[in-house]
């Protein structure tokens, strides 16, 4: 749910796509070329969003949210194909941002939606220096790696540095390297948990809350699996579930004090998107 500048700028991003698409289509290019699998499924994707309106609790939110869906998905069906170009681009735009207006990190509100960002376009980055377009590639790497290692206070990049990890291992273990995957897996572990950081105050609260979260909205979830409770209803509908947590778990707090206080989000996409969209 992106806010207002950034809701402004993907809108206009994906005019100026749709645009493109219609002086390239008037120019006698064939206006079907690129549609395939994902241009359909996104396509079915917005039907059913669409229709989920019909039983949300909350159509106005879920209307907004459709908005955002449509012009993220026309966003995305050009951009896969600058599958590079695209997170380099948009990379240099927002550590421009960051150094423009850093007090609301680069319009992304807080410091961990910054962070995760670049983590997850970090390796897209890195991807395109050993390309043609390594001229930006380059400079892109470097600054998402400075500011991930020297400005960022989130434990969202040590989260990242574990998903890295995990990654390498996988692929060790697929390579028949089993010793070196559990080496990559125990070090990092004995590490968090010897210097105290994975016990730490901070981060067994920031751990417990989603966890409590999530398993409040898959409570949601499982009284709605199939079609799910709509588009745009999970700050309506997870106060009624806000304290599901606390059966299984009775000597647990509660994240959200008072209960009919809104989180947002669940910090969990695929708890979410099953809780409002079902099966």
């Known amino acids: 749910d992106p806010g207002p500048p950034r809701r402004i700028a993907l809108q206009a991003l994906a005019i100026l796509g749709i645009l493109v698409w219609v ?34 609790p909350d ?52 410091e961990n939606f910054l962070t995760e960002w670049l983590l997850i376009v ?7 220096c050993f390309t043609r377009l390594k001229w930006l590639g380059i400079p892109a790497s470097l600054g998402c790696l400075y500011w991930l290692a020297f400005v960022s206070n989130s434990d969202t990049v040590k989260a990242g540095l574990a998903g890295l990890l995990l990654g390498l291992a996988v692929l ?4 028949d390297e089993g010793f070196w995957a559990a080496v990559l897996i125990q070090v990092p572990i004995n590490l ?3 210097t105290g950081w994975a016990t730490s105050h901070e981060v067994v609260r920031a751990v417990a809350a989603r966890f409590e979260m999530t ?8 009284d709605s699996p199939f079609i799910g409770w709509g588009a745009g209803s999970y700050n309506y509908v997870y106060p009624l579930y806000g304290e599901r947590h606390l ?9 959200l004090r008072p209960v009919n206080v809104f ?17």
């Open 23 to 56: 002086v390239g289509t008037l120019r006698g290019r064939n206006p079907l070329r690129g549609v395939g699998t994902v241009e359909v499924s996104l396509l079915a994707f917005i039907s059913y969003y669409a229709l989920s309106l019909l039983w949300t």
């Open 215 to 222: 398993f409040n909205t898959l409570s949601a979830w499982i």
């Open 247 to 255: 059966g299984p778990f009775p000597w647990a707090d509660t994240t």
């Open 59 to 110: 159509p106005r939110e879920g209307a907004l949210e459709l908005a955002t869906v449509i012009v993220l998905a026309v966003i995305f069906a050009g951009a896969r194909y600058a599958v590079l170009i695209a997170p380099l681009l948009a990379t240099a735009g927002v550590l421009w941002l960051w150094y423009e207006l850093p007090e609301v990190w680069a319009g992304f509100g807080n």
């Open 172 to 175: 060790l273990w697929i390579n």
């Open 122 to 128: 970090l390796p897209f980055c890195l991807a395109s």
């Open 263 to 279: 989180s947002g989000f669940a910090h969990d996409e695929y708890a979410q998107i099953l809780m409002e969209l079902g099966l």
């Open 192 to 194: 968090a948990f010897f």
